[in-house]
């Protein structure tokens, strides 16, 4: 087995080197490596007393020997790291720098020095310096970590695997990216490596509708366990216990997780869920919110081969430091610039976007790569990097698309890992919502709508307002869950670290207070937010109540809500119609399609009312459900929570999310027409809700081997009701996953 290890670390060295090719990034840091060089050969001059450097001439001469000798030693290192490992790399680089920088000041003309002693001590102090700083500054490159992925490659493959197996299938998620960016971002070219594969014919790019609500949880319910009815929103309130749910929060998650799993999830059989709110019923689970607060078992040798890794560490703690200076640089930039839409970037914030743009990012990589060399079958990560950024800079300003750029980078460092390890993969990009972009309601109207709800309600009701916005804690609070859960004095740090936040073992950053606005005294009102869609509870009140009961107790609340400029229509049910829309000049009724005056749905969308409708049958929906409004120049929708970029209800791009697959596969989904918000272009819609692509998804799995094709499939039906747009193909039924 070692023999077998060593030669697959050889073969692993030589691919990198064959693989490497000049460009921007390796020139400047080829460029970066002569400085380093220069400052270090200076520093040494001047600290050593026995070494004397004549004149300018003879520094330079100096200067290009060791500058050429770090550009062949930073290549060559490399590659040779890949075999041996990091360490002894660093340990062989100052060695063999030190020979000839001991060379170099004794041959170069116009040096001299005391003795050999001399020359011999000024050798190993630069060496040491030189090796040790381009070390550390290498570290935070695309090659050192390529290097580092391959070197895990390495450790993890024992074998050449077994060549008869099915290939795998790596799916990787970016969260918040909608179908029409990356269409823009593909033919202008700014992601090489996806445009590549869907240019090159090997993959094809379909976008999907997501439905209501338009968030993480609900979308990966649907794409893993084919079912997203006890998700309404990102938090909601349920009346029946008094609690306030939020998919942030794992012991939340997993409660959720527990009442829709038939444990035949599209991770069954096998499958490893990394980042995610859900585990897919995957027989492995890390940094997953659901399991955050179970013992992870083998998921710490993941853990280990990151955080062990010496370029892994050094790359984690630059990369993250230069992300959070460059976020208060372009936050500045555009309160400068008095760019708007925008809100405040400061605070906590400049941390997260470090922490899931850097560390979480490199992470997710290690484990991905972890279990690619370990041959599973079938892997789901989810990437929250562009959805945080987008979120509080905008969906389509610079700093989001440098983000969309990094990420095609990774799939361009995973489609070479695919290359490498002994079981084929193929690769599968998927989105779980888009994102809109607009001033917030707070911005446009100088109050939040819990205000505006007490207002119109009679009296003065107590309220608690949740708008605060935690969607990416989940994964900090997931990593930091299961890491204080592990043994070791990192993880004993940790949990002294977080003891004022940790409770039952569980991690709660970012949410606090949330809970603390849920209270236990029972408010009059409840409105939780979750982007532009808000719903509003009455608690002291059993059931949701009905139009005619809320008109009794609070006769403007309705009315004035829908009257707002800053609302595009209220969602509440009739005991005469049903489920109704009302908006400021007319009524759509969902369950016969009847609309009274203007249409409230006109500008939202085909779609509008059967995700509506869809919406009013899940579990633990609001009393009233309010969208906002939505501007029909420029698609922009005012967020309830202090965002710039939102998802969760209706407006703009935030529905349309996007599949990129295999170009062999065959497409079974729904074919249907749809436009794409103010551009005004109609594009073909593959799938509508995550639950189809879920379907289609295991329909994959099965022919390619990793489920039973011989598998049954339930049928439940669905209400006759429901209503699909003219053209589309009726939606009669519901598959759901067999049991296993």
Known sequence: MGERRRRRRVRLGLAWLRAWRPDVRRIGGLLGSWVISTVVLATTVWLLPGIAVADVEAFLWLLILLGLLGVLLRWVLTAVGV??????????????????????????????????????????????????????VHAGSDDAFLGQILRQIGRASSDDGDHDQPPGVLIIQIDGLSAPLLRWAVAAGNLPNLSRWIRSGSHRMVAWHTGVPS?????????????????????????????????????????????????????????VSISNVFSGDAALSQLTVSRASLRSGPATRGYATFVASPSGFARAVILTVGEMIKEIHQARRQRRRDITPRVNRTGPYIVLRAVSNVLLRDLNVSLIVDQMARGAPVIYCDFVDYDEVAHHAGPVRPEALQTLEGLDRVL?????????????????????????????????????????????????????????????????????????????????????ALRSRTSAGEVTLGDKGEAQQAGDSQPEVVVVASGNLAMIYLPQYEGRLTLERLNVLHPNLVAGLAQHPGIGFVVVRSEASGPV????????????????????????????????????????VGDIVVCSMLDPDTDEVAAFEELVGSHGGLGGWQTEAVLVYPAEWPLDGMRARTHSG?????????????????????????????????????????????KEPEGAEPVSSVETTPQP
């Open 83 to 136: 075999i041996v490992g990091s360490l002894v790399v660093l340990a062989m680089g100052i060695f063999i720098q030190a020979v000839v920088v001991f060379l170099a000041l004794r041959l170069a003309p116009g040096v001299t020095h005391g003795g050999v002693e001399d020359a011999f001590l000024a050798a190993w102090v630069m060496a040491a310096l030189d090796v040790l700083v381009s070390w550390l």
């Open 581 to 620: 829309v009302i908006g400021a000049q007319g009524v759509h009724v969902l369950s016969t399609g009847e609309v009274r005056g203007e249409d409230p749905l006109a500008r939202y969308g085909e779609w509008a009312a059967r995700d509506l409708l869809r919406h009013d049958t899940k579990a633990h």
């Open 412 to 496: 361009g460092t995973l489609e070479q890992v695919a290359s490498q390890v002994s079981r084929r993969y193929h690769l599968v990009v998927l989105s779980d919502h888009g994102q809109s972009q607009g001033a917030t309601f707070r911005q446009r109207f100088g109050q939040p709508l819990e205000d505006v709800v007490r207002g119109l309600m009679v009296g003065e009701p107590t309220a608690a307002a949740v708008t605060s916005h935690t969607e990416h804690w989940k994964s900090v609070n997931a990593f930091l869950t299961e890491l204080t859960g592990q043994s070791g004095a990192t993880a004993a740090l940790t949990r002294r």
């Open 678 to 722: 103010w551009e005004g272009t109609e594009r073909e819609v593959a799938f509508v809700g995550p639950e189809a692509v879920h379907r289609q998804l295991v329909r994959w799995l099965e022919r390619l081997g990793h489920r039973p094709s011989t598998a049954r499939h339930e049928v439940t039906e669905v209400p006759a009701s429901v």
């Open 215 to 271: 968030t993480t949880p609900a979308s990966q319910a649907g794409l893993l366990h084919g079912t997203t009815h006890h998700i309404p929103a990102f938090r909601w309130y349920e009346k029946d216990t008094g609690r306030l749910m939020a998919t942030s929060r794992p012991r939340d998650a997993a409660e959720i997780e527990k009442r829709m799993s038939n444990g035949a999830g599209l991770l069954a059989y096998g499958g």
